[in-house]
């Protein structure tokens, strides 16, 4: 009885570590996370950072080239350069609207208020930090809702 105990045990911790490895999502390249993580504070260094990256970025998945294109907007406008146009949000936004991302989604959204606020299209960017708080109600991203708000 002991060792068919033990055996399910075994059966079913191996299960368990199989999908948590299958469920977890690819991670991003260190040097992507890092010009995320500069681009609040030190914009223009990120902005550096992404400019290199960006040969390198055209071979990565799609999750990862969203995420740069993300992280490339969120650099240029904490460097306060003017958005001139909307097509690199729209792709974002449609990226991570079809996956249901609901980590970045917030973000994108917010961003998208932000170009279309540059673009002088008030109503459309309102839509857009409204769509930003519905989707951040579970978020404990304190920071961008404190953004979004003002």
Do not use: W
């Not at 948590?20 to 223009?44: K, V």
């Amino acid at each position: 009885m002991k060792q068919g105990a033990l055996l399910q045990i075994y059966l079913l911790s191996i299960i368990l570590l199989h999908c948590f490895c299958g469920c977890e999502n690819r991670s991003y390249p260190q040097t992507l996370i890092s010009a995320d993580s500069l681009s609040s504070m030190n914009p223009d260094s990120a902005i550096a950072i992404l400019t290199a990256m960006k040969e390198k970025i055209a071979a990565e998945n799609k999750q990862t080239q969203m995420y740069y294109q993300l992280i490339c907007l969120k650099a240029k406008d904490k460097a306060y350069i003017t958005h001139t146009s909307d097509s690199s949000i729209l792709q974002i936004l449609k990226y991570y609207e079809q996956k249901g991302e609901k980590k970045h989604l917030p973000e994108a959204y917010y961003y998208a208020g932000r170009v279309y606020r540059d673009l002088g299209d008030a109503p459309q960017a309102l839509d857009y930090y409204q769509k930003a708080l519905d989707v951040s109600q579970s978020s404990k991203d304190y920071k961008l809702i404190s953004r979004i708000y003002s």
